[in-house]
């Protein structure tokens, strides 16, 4: 029977969850244990794909397209796992199949309330999910970690409180086990634990009496403060786990587990566990070379959301796991892409407009994701052309892509009104058009999503990184593409269009050769939901070798691991003649132990 760890939170909202509850589950599998994890969202929206990313960040894209919280994203990063859309529950589903129910008469006419047929409905939802398998061995998962949202007490999440309430019952003490993650603030120099003794107490209110309760912090605190935790709220003192702040996430697997969080689970859900050291010794090494690289790689990501970091979170987390792959830390530069517009200056900002483009100018590379509208769309243009024209190592991802492939327009066809027609729809050069098969009329769910298979037509710079494959399938999530129409002008100066859907007909890779540009590369898919700290995505490796000058001689090793260099702080600039130490396996599944065990 599968087993259950709810995770709640209390205090604050975005106290870390979602990274505790992938590390819990890191670990387990490292125990040889397989693990799902499930996100409860409890506002009214079906899914995420409509959000304001200011508001929830990044909206993540699985492999069947659906549209989920970024969290979501955290646990396929650690876990290394495939999750479905229902993995990620929301009031508005549970509502929505409630309702559905009841219009074809499933009910025989009862009222039909919230307890007990929404709760019943979280809960047969949670069951059947957490049998999905998440893996390649088909095979049902062991654990479940569900992660409910928000915090406790709050009134949208009070359904999902009950429902669980109840599901302790329904899958018995053995199976079933409650962490609550709480804030321990430090005012004066003392910690206060009187936040965290009140939001246990709201929850067991509810009817959910926490196993273990794990306290953020700014540091490690004492036993007295652990007992005092402990006492006040109805849990021994090793139940009590202080969680301080870390200089990068890769380092949580390794404090949980310095805890004692397995022997902990293994006690309470009855698990048969076989830890494997050397899984955990990558994530301990991992930690210790992403916080140790004294080599800093600088990269500008200019974006639309740039105030908001989480709006880009898999962005810069693909980044993060390139620069951990080429043994260097990553130094992010978040540029406003409305600042570096003309318009900004003209209107009385000019110290804004002079300090985006100071900092643009100060990066050795350049990242400009995705996104949606019309706003900032000439600043991201205006960064393009700067690392064209100046040799800058450029990766465009989605809308990157596409607006690549304006300003080469405007650029070198000298197609001034070149443009977007979701940008002006009136342009005489609509160079990338709208996909007349995704417009419904109705914004949600509608776009081009999910996993999709690219197949690369020639040689070219992102076949070699991916291993010199015949095709790759990444995740997308777009309404636009490039017209076909104009494919045929601007591979005649020399922007190659080297990759293609199934049909031939839509563009999905182009860039330009390595002898006119370091690194001009657009992809129409989005490579960072598929990167993992241990399989870097090779679209951001490219980027970041480029940005440091050790791409060409990493291609020229037919990009192979060299794991002796690779964690060496003797690299060899291709400038100097020498060849880069730099390399990952040819096939990109292949372990990348070997870089962090080293």
Known sequence: MVKYILVTGGVISGIGKGVFSSSIGTLLKACRIRVTCIKIDPYLNIDAGTFNPYEHGEVFVLDDGGEVDLDLGNYERFLDIKLHRDNNITTGKIYQSVIEKERRGDYLGKTVQVVPHVTDEIQDWVERVSKMPTDDTGLEPEVSIIELGGTVGDIEGMPFVEAFRQFQFRVGHAN????????????????????????????????????????????????????????????????????????????????????????YLKDRLQLTVSPTNSILKQWKKLGEKYSSSSKCVKIGLVGKYCQFSDAYTSVIKALEHACIASNSKLELEMIMASDLEEETRLNGNAVAYHEAWRRLCCVTGVVVPGGFGTRATEGKIA????????????????????????????????WHDAHSSE??????????????????????????????????????????????VVSISERHRHRYEVNPDFVDNLEKEHLHFVGHDTEQVRMEVCELSMEMHPFFV???????????????????????????????AYMQRDCRLSPQSCTSDEYSSEEEGQSSSVGLPTNRKQSFASIVSN
């Open 423 to 468: 940008i002006n729809p009136s342009t005489s050069k609509p160079v990338i058009i709208e996909m007349p098969e995704h417009h419904t009329g109705i914004m949600g769910g509608t776009m081009r999503l999910g996993k999709r298979e690219t197949i690369f037509k020639q040689e070219c710079i992102l076949k070699k990184l991916y291993g010199n």
């Open 522 to 552: 657009g992809v129409q898919f989005h490579p960072e939901y598929l990167s993992r700290p241990m399989h870097p995505s090779p679209c951001y490796l490219g980027l970041v070798l480029a940005s440091m000058n050790k791409l060409r």
């Open 383 to 414: 960064a393009i052309r700067w690392a064209r024209l100046n040799h800058i190592p450029l990766l465009g991802i989605c809308l990157g892509m596409q607006l690549m492939v304006v300003e080469f327009a405007r650029g070198v066809l000298n």
């Open 176 to 263: 079933f086990c409650n962490i609550h993650v709480s804030l321990m603030p430090n005012i004066n120099g003392e910690d206060k634990s009187k936040p965290t003794q009140a939001s246990v107490r709201e929850l067991r209110r509810s009817g959910l009496s926490p196993d273990f309760i794990a306290c953020r912090t700014k540091g490690m605190v004492s036993d007295a403060v652990r007992a005092k935790i402990a006492m006040f709220c109805h849990v021994r003192s090793n139940e009590v786990l202080i969680l301080p702040d870390c200089s990068t996430i890769f380092k949580v697997p390794t404090l949980l587990y310095e805890e004692g969080v397995v022997d």
